[in-house]
C-alpha cells in the first residue's frame, strides 16, 4: 500500500508540527524516519494513520485520503506498533491478542500462529504482569501481525529486544515486506536500520532535512571515508610521506596503525600509495548516525 504526503502541515495553536512535507512512499518499501526528540516523527505518524487531520494538504493512503470516510476501510489493514505497547497487565498474552482480534474482525484461531511466530507460543496463558519488557515488545509486535497487514507502521519497535529478537523481529518485516507490504519505521537506534531500510526521511523541526537512500545522502553530504591500516613493522613513520602528494587528509598514526580520513574519490590512491605495506584495512564509510548529526540531528544513539 503506498502512502502520498503532498504539501502537508499541521498545526498545534501557533506551533507548526509538520511543514510542508511532501513523501511518497512505495508499496513494498522499508521506510524510515529518523528525527530528534521534537522533530514531528510522532505527529507524522498519526497523520499517516488519519489519527489526525492535516492543517494544510493531503494525506492518501492506499489512493484513498485519509479524510475521506472510504479510508475507514483502507485503516483495516494498517498495522501500528506505538513506541509503549500498553495492555492489561491481568489478561494473559493470548486474551490481549483475541481482543485485538475482535478489533480488527480477524479470527481468532489467528492468534496462535503471530503467537509462535515472535516466540511467545509458550507464555500464551501466562498473565502480562510475569511478562519481561522484551516479551511485552514481541506480544505488541504480533497484534501488528494479526491479519497479515499491508501497511505497518513501527515506532521505536526493537526497545527491549535482546539481539537475537531484534535479528528475528527483522526477520518478520523481510517477510511482511515480501508479501508486498509497505512498512514505515522510526528508530533512535540508527546504526540498527541504515542497512535495512529502502528509504529514509530526515525531519528536522517539521520539515524534510533529506530524503533518499543511505546512498544518496552520503554522496549529498560530502562526509569522509574513515581507513584504518595495520603496516609491516617499522612503517608507520613513512605514512606521511607516503602521502604526502595527496590533498586534504587527516592522517592519526599509532606505532604501525594509522588513520586516515579522506574524500570518497581518494580511497583508492591512499591504498595505491601504502600498498607495499599494508597488513590489514578497513574502510569505514559515513553512518547514519553520522548524516543524521551533518544534517543538523542529535539525541541519536548508535548502539
Known amino acids: 500500500m503506498s502512502i502520498e504526503l503532498d504539501a502537508v502541515s499541521k498545526s498545534f495553536g501557533p506551533v507548526e508540527a509538520i511543514r510542508n512535507v511532501s513523501l511518497n512512499i512505495g508499496q513494498g518499501e522499508m521506510f524510515g524516519l529518523i528525527g530528534h526528540n521534537g522533530a514531528g516523527k510522532s505527529t507524522l505518524f498519526k497523520l499517516m494513520l488519519g489519527l489526525l487531520p492535516a ?8 489512493g484513498v485520503a485519509t479524510s475521506s470516510a472510504q479510508f475507514r476501510q483502507v485503516r483495516r489493514r494498517i498495522g501500528y506498533l506505538p513506541e509503549s505497547f500498553v495492555s492489561y497487565d491481568n489478561l494473559s498474552g493470548l486474551e490481549v491478542l483475541h481482543l485485538f482480534a475482535d478489533l480488527k474482525q480477524v479470527a481468532r484461531a489467528e492468534c496462535g500462529r503471530v503467537l509462535r511466530r515472535v516466540g511467545l507460543a509458550d507464555a500464551a496463558t501466562r498473565r502480562l504482569h510475569t511478562y519481561s519488557k522484551g516479551m511485552r515488545q514481541r506480544l505488541g509486535f504480533a497484534q501488528v501481525l494479526l491479519g497479515e497487514p499491508t501497511l505497518i507502521f513501527l515506532d521505536e519497535p526493537t526497545n527491549g529486544l535482546d539481539p537475537e529478537g531484534i535479528a528475528d523481529f527483522y526477520g518478520i518485516l523481510r517477510e511482511a515486506q515480501g508479501r508486498g507490504a509497505t512498512i514505515v519505521i522510526t528508530s533512535h537506534i540508527l546504526a540498527e536500520i541504515q542497512d535495512r531500510v529502502d528509504r529514509l526521511v530526515i525531519l528536522d523541526a517539521g520539515r524534510v532535512a533529506a530524503l533518499g537512500t543511505l546512498a544518496e545522502l552520503r554522496s549529498r553530504q560530502v562526509l569522509p571515508s574513515h581507513i584504518d591500516v595495520l603496516l609491516q613493522p ?6 606521511a610521506a607516503a602521502l604526502a602528494h595527496l590533498p586534504g587528509l587527516t592522517v592519526r598514526l599509532d606505532g604501525d596503525r594509522a588513520g586516515i580520513a579522506c574524500a570518497a574519490a581518494q580511497k583508492a590512491a591512499v591504498l595505491a ?5 599494508l597488513l590489514d584495512v578497513t574502510i569505514r564509510e559515513p553512518s547514519l548516525e553520522d548524516l543524521f548529526l551533518g544534517y543538523g540531528g542529535h539525541h541519536a544513539s548508535a548502539h
Open 234 to 239: 617499522g612503517c608507520g613513520a613513512g605514512v
Open 273 to 277: 600509495a601504502l600498498a607495499t605495506t
Open 55 to 62: 492543517s494544510a494538504g493531503a494525506v492518501r493512503v492506499g
